[in-house]
């Protein structure tokens, strides 16, 4: 069935960049998203990409589609310590509106 | 503009206790699904709804049922809560056709504990 994985931590230093990594396994997924939890809040949409696509630039933020090896990852440049949050990939197969979730990573921004 | 309301925000409920959490939006949305966080296990899909009157099994549905009498209102109802049930529920809207704007609307979620 359709999986989604992601590890579950990330501690940078303020300033650097962070990767965070997500493989999944289905091949007709179209769009990957890439959400964001602040604590104690719902979901908000960071970036997304259509599966057509390899790369996707939004100010601080890249996203990467590797889709022979079904690997996405975002990288946030000079990372900030209000950047600290978790971090969650989804993808959306062919079914409509439904979205799979990986575990999320959070990302713990140190000064 | 409100977007996709949660109620309650926070619930205790005593095991075998019945209740409903509440899930609105007002963006027309068709599809409409319920998720609840675990740490370390991320979201998993509970139900979901393309549409009013239609509604489906999602990963993990045992122990909650669900309704789409119209567009705007998603509610999910525990029958007979169990401590296995405790978590951060959240509810999400979005179309359900291809393009730009695919993007799903959350709730800020309801954190339910079952003693």
């Known amino acids: 069935g359709e999986d989604v994985e992601q590890s579950l931590f990330l501690s940078v230093r303020e300033g650097d960049s962070s990767v965070i990594n997500c493989t999944y396994t289905d091949s007709s997924s179209t769009y990957l998203y890439w959400y964001k939890q602040e604590p104690g809040a719902g979901l908000q949409l960071l970036t997304y990409?259509?599966?057509?696509?390899d790369m996707k630039q939004d100010q601080r933020l890249t996203v990467l589609l590797n889709k022979k090896d079904k690997h996405l990852s975002l990288r946030i440049a000079d990372t900030q310590t209000g950047d600290s949050a978790i971090y969650f990939c989804a993808e959306r197969g062919n079914q409509g509106g439904k979205l799979i979730f990986g575990q999320g990573t959070e990302l713990s921004v140190k000064p | 503009n409100a977007g996709v309301t949660q109620t309650p925000k926070f619930q205790v409920l005593k095991t075998g206790q019945s209740m409903t959490l509440q899930c609105a939006q007002d963006?027309?949305?068709?599809?409409m699904s319920w998720y609840r966080q675990d740490p370390g296990m991320g979201l998993r899909l509970i139900h979901y709804?393309?549409?009013?009157?239609?509604?489906d099994q999602g990963e993990v549905p045992n122990g909650y049922n669900v309704s789409r009498s119209t567009t705007e209102d998603f509610p999910l109802r525990l029958l007979s809560a169990a401590p296995s049930q405790t978590s951060v529920y959240f509810c999400?809207?979005?179309?359900?056709?291809?393009?730009?704007?695919?993007?799903?609307?959350f709730g800020q979620g309801t954190r339910l504990t079952v003693v």
């Open positions: 963006m027309n949305h068709e599809y």
């Open positions: 999400a809207s979005s179309d359900v056709g291809t393009g730009m704007n695919t993007e799903a609307f």
């Open positions: 990409i259509f599966s057509n696509m």
């Open positions: 709804s393309v549409g009013a009157g239609i509604t």
